[in-house]
């Protein structure tokens, strides 16, 4: 983290608009449900997660020696933060089904990530 915390306010922008995507994706008919509802016990959330932890995985074997994954593809430092972000999203959805409904925080603080290191 910088000591202004402009880099957080970017991966967590990029974590917001990821989980946006998600719930665009399940509008559009790709899969039934996100980790953020009630459809999926913890048990399939937790393969979800997993499964986005497994892709992270991946993508540091294939960038650090292609002989300990099957893959042919050599991932890039730009994959993987793309696939950490998918892993953070999913995380996040997951605590937002766990969240009790009502304000936890005063509206003056409320933060509208999607706008994080945007500016």
Not at 14 to 32: N, P, S, T
Request: aromatic share 4%; hydrophobic share 45%; glycine share 6%.
């Amino acid at each position: 983290m910088t000591s202004d915390g402009f880099l957080t306010g970017i991966v967590l922008g990029d974590v917001a608009r990821e989980r946006l995507r998600q719930e665009e994706m399940k509008l559009a008919g790709r899969f039934m449900f996100t980790c953020a509802e009630e459809g999926l016990t913890n048990a399939e959330k937790l393969a979800v997660l997993v499964e986005e932890v497994g892709e992270v995985a991946r993508d540091v074997l294939n960038q650090e020696d292609r002989h300990l994954c099957t893959h042919d593809v050599v991932s890039t430092p730009e994959k993987l933060r793309e696939e950490l972000i998918q892993v953070a999203a999913v995380a996040v959805a997951w605590a937002e089904a766990l969240t009790p409904p009502g304000p936890l925080v005063s509206p003056a603080v409320r933060v509208d990530w999607t706008k994080l290191g945007k500016e």
